[in-house]
């Protein structure tokens, strides 16, 4: 099975600052690698499809690369409603997410 | 508009079983494969189980294969999940998701229902 180690675990930040997340696959995953935005309460939202693809609506400030076994996300600059919990997921075989990152607001 | 309504939870017993059902509206059911993804409470997203749109490639996590069976109704647009044997562990709330592109049993899941919380317990 596939790991996904997302770091940090959790992350402090201010409006307007730049966030950055990232996701390490155990094994080479191409570019096999999916962003989620969870909001409490709330089912996940699709952002980022194949490490760098940003979903339909999704606003530009936020951002994925990477391949193979490193991927990183970033917001921009980091807005109120971007508060919630982000996942990465591989899909290269059976899917798996990383363990989340819960981001708040500074 | 896509609509993925889970239902089927509840509380139940160690070592019984419990059949979760998923209505979809608003996408042609039958081009796309399926999926059930779980969160326990407090915790991460957890890859349970997926199914190809015409029910001919099956996956399962290691947690739960062997117990759990899915299926799909093309006909009646709905994804379902039999579960058995069940155990505290399978505590969480269930969702069903629809996976992004025709064809393929793996991508990445565009939409997503609210989920249906089913709590293993004595």
């Known amino acids: 099975d596939i790991q996904m180690t997302q770091s940090p675990s959790s992350l402090s930040a201010s409006v307007g600052d730049r966030v950055t997340i990232t996701c390490q696959a155990s094994q080479d995953i191409s570019n096999y690698l999916n962003w989620y935005q969870q909001k409490p309460g709330k089912a996940p939202k699709l952002l980022i499809y194949d490490a760098s693809n940003l979903e339909t609506g999704v606003p530009s400030r936020f951002s994925g690369s990477g391949s193979g076994t490193d991927f990183t996300f970033t917001i921009s600059s980091l807005q109120p409603e971007d508060i919630a919990t982000y996942y990465c997921?591989?899909?290269?075989?059976?899917?798996?997410f990383g363990q989340g990152t819960r981001l708040e607001i500074k | 508009e896509v609509q993925l309504v889970e239902s089927g939870g509840g509380l139940v017993q160690p070592g019984r079983s419990l059949r979760l059902s998923c209505a979809a509206s608003g996408f042609t059911f039958d081009d796309y494969a399926m999926h059930w993804v779980r969160q326990a409470p407090g915790k991460g997203l957890e890859w349970v189980s997926g199914i190809s749109w015409n029910s001919g490639s099956i996956g399962y996590a290691d947690s739960v294969k062997g117990r759990f069976t899915i299926s799909r109704d093309n006909a009646k647009n709905s994804l379902y999940l039999q579960m058995n044997s069940l155990r505290a562990e399978d505590t969480a709330l269930y969702y069903c998701?629809?996976?992004?592109?025709?064809?393929?049993?793996?991508?990445?899941?565009?939409?997503w229902g609210q989920g249906t919380l089913v709590t293993v317990s004595s």
């Open positions: 997921q591989q899909y290269d075989n059976l899917p798996s």
């Open positions: 998701a629809k996976i992004g592109g025709t064809g393929g049993l793996w991508g990445n899941f565009d939409y």
